[in-house]
């Protein structure tokens, strides 16, 4: 079946410039997270939806940053005001149910001039 | 604070040496080690779950095992399609089930 998917897969924006990312997870899975990949660091979490449950937004580096998801469906991450610093792979994992292996679409790549 | 080591941060390897890769981890509690593979341009691909001392996976090449405080990914034989760089990640017992990664090693053989 289809894997999670990611949109755009690329993006070069200007500072100060908002943007919208989107994930479509895989049909039926109730988890989904997003992550951030600084170049030559680690995976970052940044946020994460169980079903109906309020959110973890724990991982938030600003309140620049945002995200929604439409019951088990579709998300969107929105950074607003983009800084260079925020120049990074942008990942969208889902799960199953909570606590099972995560599967990672391919991430969009975003670029701040 | 959750943490993740990875040792090397890459590794050389000629096809057919084989090699082990480590991930040191703490954790208040685990609720399981993840390994994935991660080829460039490409989002992490799932490869193991480990949830407790003593546990190995194996699939094709690799065999990943774990003990209380870090975990091995042992790659038996390897051939120039096992280049990629492979992540550990650690899911705490408490709290939500997001993972805390490491920066991974960078493995690539070579012909």
């Known amino acids: 079946g289809a894997g999670v998917s990611q949109s755009p897969s690329n993006k070069v924006t200007e500072k100060g410039k908002d943007v919208e990312l989107r994930c479509d997870p895989i049909?039926?899975?109730?988890?989904l997270y997003w992550y951030r990949q600084r170049l030559g660091q680690g995976l970052e979490f940044l946020i994460y939806?169980?079903?109906?449950?309020?959110?973890?937004k724990s991982g938030l580096p600003s309140d620049r940053f945002s995200a929604e998801r439409t019951g088990e469906s579709v998300s969107t991450l929105t950074i607003q005001r983009t800084q260079q610093e925020d120049s990074a792979v942008y990942l969208c994992?889902?799960?199953?149910?909570?606590?099972?292996?995560?599967?990672f679409g391919d991430g969009t790549r975003l670029s701040i001039l | 604070e959750d943490q993740v080591t990875q040792s090397p941060e890459a590794l050389r390897l000629q096809e057919g040496e084989s090699s082990s890769l480590n991930c040191s981890y703490t954790?208040?509690?685990?609720?399981?080690l993840f390994w994935y593979r991660q080829d460039p341009g490409k989002g992490p691909e799932f490869l193991f779950t480990?949830?407790?001392a003593g546990e190995e996976k194996e699939k094709e090449r690799l065999k990943a095992t774990l003990t209380k405080k870090e975990s091995f990914l042992h790659i038996t034989a390897p051939k120039p399609e096992d280049s990629a760089t492979y992540l550990c990640?650690?899911?705490?017992?408490?709290?939500?089930?997001?993972?805390?990664f490491g920066k991974g090693t960078m493995l690539l053989v070579s012909p």
């Open positions: 049909s039926g899975h109730t988890a």
């Open positions: 990640a650690v899911q705490p017992t408490s709290g939500y089930s997001t993972l805390t």
């Open positions: 954790v208040s509690g685990l609720r399981g």
């Open positions: 994992a889902s799960s199953l149910s909570e606590y099972q292996p995560q599967h």
């Open positions: 480990l949830y407790s």
């Open positions: 939806f169980q079903g109906n449950s309020a959110p973890d």
